[in-house]
């Protein structure tokens, strides 16, 4: 699969947790992520987004009352 590059933005990202999940006789761990921005209308659930080194996939975005101008990502760190 090819990714493209949608935008370029400042972003807060926050690590939430870490789960472990057992699956198949295997752990593996699964880490949490907030990443507010400024409010766009395309973020889609296919969507990943990089941090650095990190990929994040998102799972949901939360839309703050207090703060129409922004969007927080509830994303999930995904591992290679």
Do not use: K, N
Not at 23 to 33: L, Q
């Amino acid at each position: 699969m090819a990714w493209r590059t949608v935008a370029t933005v400042w972003a807060a990202v926050r690590r939430d947790a870490r789960e472990s999940l057992f699956a198949a006789g295997r752990e593996s761990a699964a880490v949490r992520t907030r990443v507010t921005i400024r409010r766009r209308d395309d973020v889609a659930l296919d969507w990943r987004l990089v941090w650095g080194a990190r990929t994040i996939a998102v799972r949901g975005w939360d839309l703050p009352a207090e703060r129409p101008d922004l969007m927080t990502i509830l994303g999930e760190e995904e591992t290679p």
